[in-house]
């Protein structure tokens, strides 16, 4: 089945892949086989058919048939994500926000602060999200992220018309993060914000 399935997803007949996957979790005896099937779902729905809803409910249905098992952190995280990538910002904050809290050595930590701070953003929740990308360059001082955190709290404060916060917080990520690719974006932001002053 596995094999059937794996040349559907090669054909790109993802229907047909998602339901032979189906049936290995149903039939598969051992859990791991049943496990990786329902991960492959997963996938399915979130990579190549980009249906976010279909995708959060095989993840829960994920942890319904295995919650004796380990949970992977992954699919926790995908669960913050995909909320977010659905527009449901208030849910994408919840799961991220719980996901950091259980797994707070986790290498996607960093994403998952990010997705919870621009979730934020994105509700138009400026103060916290604002609070939230100090916290991200506060913990990846040197990091591209941190660069990203500037960047976005620079773009907040215009959107809040704070224009001379904006100007200095533009000017603060390139004088420290000087090879960013956010500092194009930052001098053209600089470059308006002096004609707005002036």
């Known amino acids: 089945l596995n094999n059937i399935a794996e040349m559907y997803l090669a054909g790109k007949h993802y229907q047909k892949a998602t339901e032979t996957y189906n049936r290995i979790v149903q039939e598969a005896t051992e859990a791991d086989y049943a496990q990786e099937a329902q991960l492959k779902i997963i996938k399915i729905y979130t990579g190549q058919l980009k249906l976010y809803d279909r995708s959060i409910a095989e993840c829960r249905n994920f942890f319904k048939k295995f919650p004796d098992r380990d949970r992977p952190s992954h699919v926790e995280f995908l669960l913050g994500k995909l909320a977010y990538l659905s527009g449901d910002y208030t849910g994408a904050v919840g799961e991220l926000d719980s996901f950091c809290r259980k797994y707070p050595d986790s290498p996607q930590m960093n994403k998952a602060m990010m997705l919870a701070a621009i979730s934020r953003m994105s509700e138009g929740n400026t103060q916290d999200a604002v609070e939230r990308f100090r916290e991200i360059i506060e913990k990846y001082p040197d990091s591209d992220m941190a660069a990203k955190s500037k960047f976005l709290t620079g773009y ?33 932001f600089i470059n308006r914000l002096d004609k707005v002053s002036k």
């Open 156 to 188: 907040t404060r215009v959107s809040e018309q704070k224009y001379s916060d904006a100007l200095e917080i533009f000017k603060q990520l390139i004088e420290q993060f000087p090879k960013s690719k956010y500092v194009r974006q930052a001098r053209s």
